[in-house]
């Protein structure tokens, strides 16, 4: 990429950082951060008397959310890592890459959303949207993971060994144990996916919970979100490879019994034509120039301009949550019981899918931008404290060194400061992408406007708009990967044996 | 003299621009054992791999990193030498489940590298010795015209390592190996090309060489 006579200073850390900073209050200027709830404190203890009172008296529905939700996942997650297991040895080829990157740019539920139209309320929409996007991240993944591994035995094989002997005699053993281990970290993902595909209809825990909510049963609620948690925490416990196909086998019986609603016939036919613009489909020509501008005038461009706003406030949340939450883990910093509380308390904030967050707290603070920037600033902002305090547990530090707060700013932030601004930069892509679904929640991003779209069955908008966030993500990657590279980032934060590029998406 | 494999004439071996070996003048005969002596960083290694691209006919290898593949078995990797012998499907099952006539085929070189019993345990399972040995057991079933060793015989004991050699000078019409062990090198060798400061400084038939001859080369 950079040729050898062109290469540029390194960015000044203090200058990018001063750069985030205005951004920032750029952002802070332009967002609506109102609290519009008449007694926010009231709701809030409402809500607090549900969690600490949960009511499982619903247990029948609840396990059967449960049972789904976790159904949904597996099928889901299992379906996109076989495909992407597929793209992968083909992915330096441009068309293959293309279709990945445009696959995982949208994200789960505008893929649900998109399919509904097609395959309706039923067991495949959810499937697949869950593994449409996760074939895309798998086989990007996948694709590294087989480039990387030793090239030894590959380069020992017989000469006249066929490309694909020997690929699956040695590329591939070899990297199966990362793969596999990446699998298990995307079926947390597809977990947290899988739930909160509920909020778009489909029966898994999300759907659970915003009834119960919106009937103001917090106690069910909470039942419905403990729930989760027993799922989600123990996930490496009973995630065990040999049982997988009998889970699968499992998930593929429940998933045959939910019931369908009947979609009408020649659906597809419809959907591919409701897809195409408007004044195309109608002959006029001519009046695309205008659709389009129209589109991106009042759409588009508003919508790019608060989906940037909304995640710039959550990554500078995020940020500020990573800095100082890291050392929680730390038992140097916070002693044996802090450390294991602040494990679980990073783990409780990371698991719980941000646009549940946003949901619950959207019913104690009102409906403005502030549930979304908290809920992405906390779910992201645990995620980087988890993968950093992971790092500063293995730091070798001398025997002398210093404890508590002292260690924190002496020792722990200044050596990981690059590996924090490094896991902010990659986290940066998924924020955005992720900042798209609080549309359905009424924050004006461009999801926002492809959920008015989709519900007026105007597909051809929505599709334009779904084409304009995918392009927004890959802007921020270049940009992220970019500045990464100019920072000196590029090479990966610290040695460790978690790899923030992956585990993050 | 039987034919020419490979013929070197005054070329400059290694990176473009960066030679390892310049000006080298060689030819490899069929039938030779060709023994490659020098300190490490010599040159050996990359004559090897020249040699390599240059060889024709059925070569088998044995790389100086083994090129095994850790989390398959021991009959895995041995098999593997025969790749290019089936189609990819068959390599496939045999993969995904050996069959039993692929077993049988394997045992016997598994048994003359010492290694019967592991025939499933998989490679990363092993230690160094036992590792080199399912690389030399892979040469030795895939056979052929001839083997190229980088080293073939260093993580083993001097009395498995020269029978291993013999293993090989029994199953390979042409062998160029590069070792350490002058001893060896001596027992195993027709030929000796020493090599030193990026040039060929002793090449003769090993019969007319001695210890003494060859200490030059590591002074």
């Known amino acids: 990429m950079t040729d050898r006579g062109t290469v540029r200073p390194p960015l000044r850390r203090t200058h990018v950082l001063a750069g985030f900073a205005l951004v920032t209050a750029l952002a802070f200027a332009l967002a609506d951060l109102r609290l519009l709830a008449p007694d926010p404190a009231a709701m809030l203890a409402q809500m607090a008397r549900g969690l600490l009172h949960p009511d499982f008296g619903q247990a029948l529905p609840l396990l059967h959310a449960a049972a789904l939700t976790l159904a949904f996942a597996l099928v889901g997650v299992t379906c996109g890592a076989l495909a992407g297991l597929v793209m992968a040895p083909a992915y330096r080829h441009p068309a293959v890459r293309g279709l990945c990157v445009a696959l995982r740019s949208i994200h789960e539920l ?39 591994v030793d090239a030894g035995a590959a380069s020992a094989l017989p000469r006249g060994t066929g490309t694909l002997s020997a690929l699956l005699w040695t590329r591939l053993p070899l990297a199966m144990p990362q793969m596999l281990s990446y699998a298990a970290y995307r079926m947390e993902c597809g977990l947290r996916s899988s739930a909160v595909l ?54 593929l019986v429940l998933l045959a019994q939910v019931d369908v609603p009947p979609m009408g016939s020649g659906i597809l036919m419809r959907f591919a034509q409701d897809i195409v613009p408007a004044p195309l489909r109608q002959g006029d020509l001519a009046a695309l120039p205008a659709w389009l501008w129209e589109m991106i005038a009042g759409q588009i461009a508003p919508g790019t301009l608060v989906t940037l706003v909304l995640s710039q406030l959550a990554l500078a949340l995020a940020a500020l949550i990573a800095g100082l939450g890291f050392p929680l883990m730390v038992r140097r910093v916070t002693g044996r019981v802090g450390a294991v509380l602040g494990d679980a308390l990073l783990a409780v904030l990371r698991n719980i899918p941000d646009y549940m967050l946003a949901f619950i707290l959207l ?76 549309g359905l929640i009424g924050v004006a991003t461009l999801g926002f406007h492809v959920d008015a779209a989709i519900q007026q069955l105007r597909l051809d908008r929505a599709v334009l708009l779904l084409v304009a966030m995918g392009l927004l993500t890959l802007a921020i990657d270049l940009v992220s990967s970019h500045l990464r590279g100019r920072m000196r980032l590029a090479a990966g934060p610290v040695t460790s044996r978690v790899d923030p590029g992956r585990a993050m998406d | 003299m039987t034919e020419a494999l490979v013929r070197f004439e005054g070329e400059d071996i290694g990176w473009p621009g960066q030679p390892v070996l310049s000006g080298l003048h060689l030819t490899l005969h069929a039938g030779e054992r060709l023994v490659l002596l020098g300190r490490s960083g010599a040159g050996k290694s990359t004559l090897l791999s020249a040699i390599r691209d240059r060889l024709p006919g059925r070569i088998a290898l ?15 990797n041995v098999w593997m030498g025969r790749l290019d012998d089936h189609r990819s499907a068959y390599n496939l099952l045999n993969l995904v489940r050996p069959l039993a006539r692929e077993r049988a085929a ?54 498995q390592g020269a029978a291993l050699l013999e293993a090989l000078t029994g199953r390979f019409q042409t062998l160029v190996l590069a070792l350490h062990d002058r001893e060896a090198a001596l027992a195993t060798a027709t030929r000796i090309v020493g090599l030193k400061d990026g040039a060929v400084l002793i090449d003769a038939p090993a019969r007319d060489l001695s210890l003494e001859a060859l200490s030059p080369l590591y002074d």
């Not at chain 1, 959810?126 to 087989?146: M, N, S």
Request: charged share 15%.
């Open chain 1, 110 to 148: 505008f893929w649900a959303l998109l399919l509904m139209q097609v395959t309706g309320l039923s067991p495949l929409t959810g499937v697949l949207a869950i593994a449409l996007p996760y074939a895309g991240i798998f086989a990007k993944v996948f694709a590294e993971y087989l480039e990387e």
């Open chain 1, 198 to 251: 509920g909020f778009v209809g489909l029966p898994t825990l999300g759907f659970l919970m915003e009834s119960y909510f919106r009937q103001a049963d917090y106690a069910e609620a909470a039942a419905v979100l403990l729930c989760f948690f027993a799922i989600i925490l123990p996930l490496r416990l009973w995630l065990r490879w040999r049982l997988v196909p009998l889970y699968l086998l499992g998930a």
């Open chain 1, 363 to 438: 019913q104690c603070l009102g409906p403005s931008m502030l549930p979304a920037v908290l809920a992405l600033g906390l779910h992201n902002g645990a995620i980087i404290a988890h993968l950093l305090g992971r790092q500063a547990q293995g730091l070798a530090l001398r025997p002398d060194a210093p404890r508590g707060l002292t260690l924190w700013g002496w020792e722990l932030l200044p050596r990981q400061f690059p590996a924090f601004l490094a896991l902010l930069l990659y986290r940066w892509e998924i924020i955005v992408r992720d900042s798209a679904i609080f």
């Open chain 2, 62 to 76: 044995i790389p100086q990193d083994h090129g095994l593949v850790g989390p398959l078995s021991v009959h895995h």
């Open chain 2, 106 to 159: 394997t045992d016997p070189v598994i048994a003359e590298v010492g290694l019967s019993g592991f025939e499933r345990r998989p490679v990363e399972a092993l230690s160094g010795g036992q590792r080199q040995r399912t690389a030399l057991a892979r040469a030795l079933f895939r056979g052929g015209d001839a083997v190229l060793g980088d080293e073939p015989v260093s993580a083993v004991d001097p009395v």
